[in-house]
């Protein structure tokens, strides 16, 4: 143990999302094999045994009710003003049940030493203000983060400009945002239990939704045109293994003749997208006969089921693990998720990139401005099409691969394991 008594208890809070889950268990994977550590994962049940098949002891959160935190996060509609407030509600509502349930779990088991809170974990965040633990944020969506001076997000994406009309626009943006967020808090307070008296702000005006000791964000900062990030956050690249394996069957689907091949996918979360998502690749399969379309669903209990033959060249599968295919891949079309559009970036792929909800404007712009690949704003079939073309005749792409070569360089273990001995107080 070196020099340690016992080994470091570490729980780890996430949502149950492959979006949320996945980045942090690759930066945690490392510390499965130094026996200093027990690592814990809380998330919700639906993922308990991908978790605990990867190597990683697991709780399950409301085993009663296995869904709850995926029902309130797969909306079957692009959201709007009225299902946002919906579902910011329905987060506020479980709110105090989470609290409750760490509550328990940590009397019951002990407290950890230290606990790593996804960044949409506010739960565990607030248990571990309450009980002195050091506590880390990971984020794989830094644009979350509150803009102070600097051009706000979550606006539909907002470009940076010079001018003196840009800045009254974006002081006016950060303004709203902050507002938003102060009525939105004041609508759903009453539903969080003995946490009404929960402040968003820190003295300093930082958000205390976050650890005021260490956010990682799991992000490029060559992407990133911000300079107001909170002075705890520390970028540490993005990795992001699937974990789940291509069936041996369905590896023969792959091999396409000497034919590009291009992914398409929008992620698990955009139920309301997919139809439409499907139905461009067909267009996009009759136009380019010598191309290779494979659909994902991301529905990922059907990893394993043979796949849709749409056409000759259009395969429609349920679920397809991005680590295991993206290699082969020589474009990729997809809703700039934060995942899949860095995977993209870290291997050197051009992407067609059409943005539908949440951070997913902010990060095509971005893509865009570090030329990773096409974004379509007027998400028509005429402006697909046009795009898809440019993408493939487009035989240049010199700054995807600065960045490709940027991202391969971050040693995410290193940083980790810099951020646990400060915290923790333990040369490691």
Request: proline share 6%.
């Amino acid at each position: 143990m070196t020099g340690l008594e016992k080994a470091i208890k570490i729980d780890v809070v996430c949502v149950p999302f492959s979006g949320h889950l996945l980045p942090t268990l690759t930066l945690l994977e490392p510390l499965l094999a130094d026996r200093r550590f027990q690592i814990r994962v809380i998330t919700g049940c639906q993922k308990k045994e991908l978790v605990e098949t990867i190597g990683f002891d697991c709780l399950a959160l409301f085993p009663e009710r296995p869904t709850v935190m995926e029902d309130i996060a797969n909306t079957p509609q692009k959201l709007n003003l009225l299902t946002a407030y919906r579902q910011f509600r329905a987060n506020a509502d479980l709110i105090p049940q989470v609290m409750d349930e760490l509550h328990r779990i940590w009397q019951k088991d002990g407290r950890p030493d230290l606990v790593i809170a996804d960044f949409v974990a506010t739960p565990a965040g607030l248990v571990a203000d309450r009980l002195g633990l050091p506590w880390i944020t990971t984020i794989p969506s830094p644009v979350a983060l509150e803009c102070r001076w600097t051009t706000p997000t979550y606006l539909g994406g907002w470009r940076p400009h010079e001018g003196r009309l840009y800045k009254i626009r974006d002081a006016l943006g950060r303004k709203a945002i902050h507002l938003g967020k102060r009525l939105a808090f004041s609508l759903i307070r009453r539903s969080l239990g003995d946490v009404q008296d929960f402040k968003l702000y820190r003295p300093d005006g930082t958000e205390a939704i976050y650890s005021p000791y260490s956010i990682l964000a799991l992000w490029l900062e060559e992407l990133e045109f911000r300079d107001d990030f909170p002075e705890q956050l520390r970028w540490v690249g993005y990795r992001c293994l699937s974990f789940d394996r291509l069936p041996q069957e369905q590896q023969t689907y792959f091999a396409a003749d000497g034919k590009k091949k291009v992914l398409v996918t929008c992620g698990t979360h955009l139920l309301w997208e997919k139809e439409r998502m499907v139905g461009w690749s067909q267009k996009l399969s009759q136009h380019y006969p010598d191309y290779q379309f494979y659909v994902t669903l991301g529905q990922a209990g059907g990893l394993g089921n043979p796949p849709q033959k749409l056409a000759a060249n259009l395969l429609v599968f349920d679920y397809l693990p991005y680590s295991d295919i993206l290699e082969q891949m020589d474009f990729v079309i997809h809703h700039a998720g934060t995942g899949i559009m860095l995977s993209c970036i870290e291997l050197g792929i051009p992407s067609l990139i059409l943005p539908q909800d949440y951070d997913q404007f902010d990060n095509a712009v971005r893509a865009e401005i570090g030329q990773a690949g096409l974004v379509v704003r007027r998400q028509t079939d005429t402006e697909v099409l046009r795009l898809f073309q440019e993408l493939t005749e487009r035989t240049d792409w010199p700054q995807l691969q600065d960045l490709a070569q940027k991202s391969r360089a971050y040693e995410p273990a290193k940083l980790l394991y810099q951020e646990l001995s400060r915290l923790l107080q333990l040369d490691l």
